[in-house]
């Protein structure tokens, strides 16, 4: 069955930089739109960025210029390299990816979520 597996989440202070990472298994298909979206307490979950098969890239308002979404489509894997981290990108950031099935249909799929958090 087709997983995703995230890693990179932590404690960091604010002004540093992460970087997670988020690996499909059990697909022989390259994913096709992959994305990051994060939840704060007490609010909605949010899209942080996203990325085609083909590279194209968007970003919410709040991370431009500080976030940049990257994928190898090799290792079915998208990266998001976070840069000058403030306290409110504090959140459990999701990998989001939409993967082709057998039968060709698109099915979207989670990751478990990993914890950022950005002191002040």
């Known amino acids: 069955q087709v997983q995703l597996v995230e890693s990179g989440g932590g404690l960091v202070q604010a002004g540093g930089s992460l970087r997670l990472s988020c690996a499909v298994s059990?697909?022989?298909?390259?994913?096709?739109?992959m994305a990051w979206y994060r939840q704060a307490p007490g609010k909605q979950r949010e899209l942080v960025a996203g990325?085609?098969?083909?590279?194209?890239?968007n970003y919410a308002d709040s991370v431009k210029g500080r976030f940049t979404i990257s994928r190898d489509n090799a290792e079915n894997t998208v990266y998001l390299q976070m840069n000058s981290l403030k306290p409110e990108d504090t959140a459990v950031y999701y990998c989001?990816?939409?993967?082709?099935?057998?039968?060709?249909?698109?099915?979207?799929?989670w990751g478990q979520g990993t914890q950022v958090t950005v002191s002040s």
């Open positions: 059990g697909s022989i298909f390259t994913a096709d739109t």
């Open positions: 989001n990816a939409a993967v082709r099935a057998a039968d060709s249909r698109l099915i979207n799929y």
């Open positions: 990325i085609t098969s083909a590279g194209r890239t």
